[in-house]
């Protein structure tokens, strides 16, 4: 059975005391509007006595002060154009040719690995020496996009295989009929297909082809609207091919054409049949049934007249737009090369200022000197960070940084030292454990913990975010100690010992 909610339930009592609070404030409106009544009836009583001089320098009072109070209003509540200090904007992909050869070449004399950048532009010149448009034909698997190309060129050489996925690499097919078409149609795997390499190679050709025609044998699944969404984001003028209509009635297939149309807004959907082989019945002369293979007739006309029509109608901005698509995939391929030498620079970077951390340990002359070259060092790693990740950091702020870091390591300090003691007692060879190798080791993990942080956020969010670095930081420096201790503690002794 259900509980009925009695009357005195919370939610009634709440209720109740929502009514009298309407109540009592509908009485103190209503008292207001009373006494702005009485007070305006009395100012105008007032005013009615004045001289017209007065009046006026009364009205323009008014109005002087009304222009005050909007203007400050204004200024309070405009936008800000600057968030002060916040996440520098990330330069923009250059899509210029001439500025992105030139960040090309300053990439590359960073020591960055430029080859994958330097071949899409390589790949954007050999194509532009081409008259060809280049179509790319994407779809899921046995949609029928072989079929088709085969359909259009003619070309019996192309393998169409009704097995899943005969198509692995990308090949284009040449079609040129001498007149008008000049066409290079591709064919290319799936831009979601499970195999990571196969995907980012055909998700790279749409982004390199003029047209791309997506080929789907019926109504759309989740994935395939997914998919045709990914290809809208590549910005490629695009066409739909619903293929296999020799499968559908006439009325079904009008119907499966609504509703493609209905849900691709501003997308050409076109129904076509690429062909395929069928099987039918042959009865001979004297009347024996047998059934026969062959090649279904295919309809690509028009679907052909479509691809035509834009090419000629966009000439020029097709081939702008595309040559546009190749540059931003080589800026992000550049980009991307950037990223993989900061974060090596940055590892590297890491452990030299660990090691002079260490080492800065092993020679302290005194208590306390350790941590005055630690903070000297630990200013000078963020700088260095910066500069790899060309974020502009304020000496002041980085400065503040280490000290709220150091605030930060004072705290677990003890603990730190105590396990690290512990662990080299442990350690083979270890006679006595003296204070500057306990040391060492405690700020090897330190300085490692404190510039993976700083080189994670540099990378994250392209500016130095202190408290977000300290988060990382104590990520680190609580998780797996005991192995790191064993580590830092072993190239401790193997390295530095000597120069005790
Ligand atoms: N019924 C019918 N089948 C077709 C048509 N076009 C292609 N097919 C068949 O669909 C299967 C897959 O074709 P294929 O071109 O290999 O698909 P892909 O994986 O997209 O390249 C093959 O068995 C074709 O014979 C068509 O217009 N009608
Ligand atoms: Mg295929």
Redesign the pocket.
């Known amino acids: 059975m259900t509980q009925q909610q009695g009357p005195s339930s919370p939610k009634r009592v709440l209720r109740l005391l929502l009514v009298l609070a309407l109540v009592f404030l509908s009485l103190l409106m209503l008292l207001l509007v009373l006494q702005l009544t009485e007070s305006a009836l009395s100012v105008w009583q007032m005013l009615d006595q004045l001289s017209p001089t007065l009046l006026v320098l009364y009205a323009l009072g008014l109005f002087g002060f009304s222009l005050a109070v909007f203007v400050l209003s204004w200024l309070l509540l405009r936008p800000s154009k600057h968030t002060a200090g916040d996440r520098e904007p990330k330069p923009p992909l250059p899509s210029d040719r001439a500025a992105f050869e030139a960040a090309l070449e300053q990439a590359g004399l960073q020591g960055i690995d430029t080859a994958e950048a330097s071949l899409e532009l390589q790949e954007l010149d050999r194509r532009i020496g081409q008259a060809s448009r280049y179509v790319a034909f994407f779809?899921t698997?046995?949609?029928?996009?072989?079929?088709?190309i085969r359909a259009i060129t003619g070309e019996q050489g192309i393998q169409?295989?009704?097995r899943a996925g005969?198509?692995r690499r990308i090949t284009h097919y040449r079609f040129a009929d001498g007149e008008d078409a000049d066409l290079r149609l591709t064919?290319a795997p799936g831009i979601l297909d499970v195999n990571q390499e196969h995907a980012r190679i055909a998700r790279e050709e749409a982004r390199r082809a003029h047209l791309v025609i997506y080929?789907c044998d019926g109504e759309l699944t989740r994935d395939q609207h997914r998919e045709l969404a990914m290809l809208q984001g590549f910005q490629r003028p695009l066409l739909v091919a619903l293929?296999?209509?020799?499968?559908y009635s006439e009325q079904e297939l009008s119907a499966i054409l609504t509703r493609l149309r209905e849900q691709l807004p501003g997308i050409t959907v076109i129904p076509v049949?690429?062909?395929?082989?069928?099987t039918i019945i042959r009865i001979d002369a004297d009347g024996k049934e047998a059934p026969m293979e062959r090649e279904?007739a295919a309809k690509i006309d028009e679907l052909m007249r479509a691809v035509q029509g834009r090419i000629a109608a966009e000439q020029v901005s097709l081939g702008e737009q595309r040559d546009e698509s190749l540059i931003r995939l080589s800026a992000e391929k550049l980009q991307q090369a950037t990223q993989e030498h900061r974060l090596q620079e940055s590892e590297k970077l890491v452990r030299q200022y660990t090691r002079k951390a260490m080492l800065g340990a092993m020679a302290a002359v005194s208590p306390g000197t350790d941590v005055l070259i630690q903070g000297y060092l630990g200013v000078q790693m963020v700088k260095a960070l910066s500069r790899l990740y060309e974020v502009k950091a304020r000496e002041v702020d980085v400065e503040h940084f280490i000290d709220l870091a150091s605030q930060n390591v004072g705290k677990r300090m003890t603990l730190l030292l105590a396990l690290t003691g512990n662990v080299l007692k442990a350690f083979p060879g270890v006679g006595t454990v003296t204070g500057g190798l306990v040391h060492a080791v405690a700020y090897g993990m330190i300085f490692e913990g404190l510039g993976n942080a700083v080189a994670k956020t540099l990378q994250e969010s392209g500016s130095l975010k202190p408290l977000q670095a300290l988060d990382y930081f104590e990520e680190t420096i609580s998780g797996n100690l005991e192995s790191r201790a064993k580590y830092y503690a072993r190239l401790a002794l193997e390295e530095f010992s000597g120069k005790r």
Do not use: I
């Open positions: 779809g698997v046995s949609a029928g996009k072989s079929a088709l169409v295989d009704p005969t198509t064919d080929v293929n296999k209509q020799d499968r049949q690429a062909g395929g082989k069928e279904r």
